[in-house]
């Protein structure tokens, strides 16, 4: 998924991403407000994962 994707369709991505990554919280999705790059940075903090693979995972996302 790319940039103009996920910010274009944030609202709808949104649940899809609660599912995908829990341990994000609330606050943490109000932060991302559909930007990938800050998504991929909560994803590694959350998950303890190199950013490569946050962002291999951000890309597989289907909606």
């Known amino acids: 998924m ?7 369709n944030w609202t709808q991505f949104k649940g899809n991403v609660r599912k995908q990554w829990g341990k994000l919280t609330d606050d943490d999705l109000a932060e991302v407000k559909g930007d ?18 946050a962002e291999k995972q951000v890309d597989s996302m289907k909606d």
Request: proline share 0%.
């Open 2 to 8: 790319n940039k103009d994707e996920l910010k274009g």
């Open 36 to 53: 990938r790059d800050i998504l991929v940075g909560k994803i590694q903090e959350r998950y303890g994962i190199a950013k490569e693979e």
